[in-house]
């Protein structure tokens, strides 16, 4: 079962970010960094990066209103009983490993 997850959550992905570069009018890089499944596979949660970062609530709000959009989208290329249910959060793992990263960079060089 967790193998069909994670082929499902890379599928999904992959849908997810050739949506988002068809409708990239946002002026803003948006990355899709993981996806999270629920068990039921009814819902999924999209973690995305974005910059510039000052741009992350404008970005989360125009993804939320194109909610549909994304579900029409995937449907044409998820051939599975239920479509899920699409959630758009900031992936703040990715935005601490970063951080890190910079520090790093920032004392070792």
């Not at 050739?18 to 596979?41: C, E, Q």
């Not at 479509?83 to 758009?88: E, H, N, S, Y």
């Amino acid at each position: 079962m967790e193998f069909r997850r994670e082929r499902m959550a890379s599928l999904i992905k992959d849908i997810v970010s050739s949506f988002l570069k068809s409708k990239s009018g946002f002026g803003v890089l948006i990355s899709v960094t993981r996806i999270k499944i629920s068990r039921d596979f009814k819902n999924v949660t999209v973690f995305i990066s974005i910059f510039p970062e000052d741009e992350e609530s404008n970005v989360l709000n125009s993804l939320k209103n194109k909610g549909r959009e994304l579900r029409n989208f995937a449907k044409k290329q998820l051939k599975t009983k239920f479509l899920p249910q699409f959630k758009f959060e900031v992936d703040e793992e990715e935005k601490a490993r970063q951080r890190m990263e910079k520090i790093m960079i920032e004392e070792g060089g």
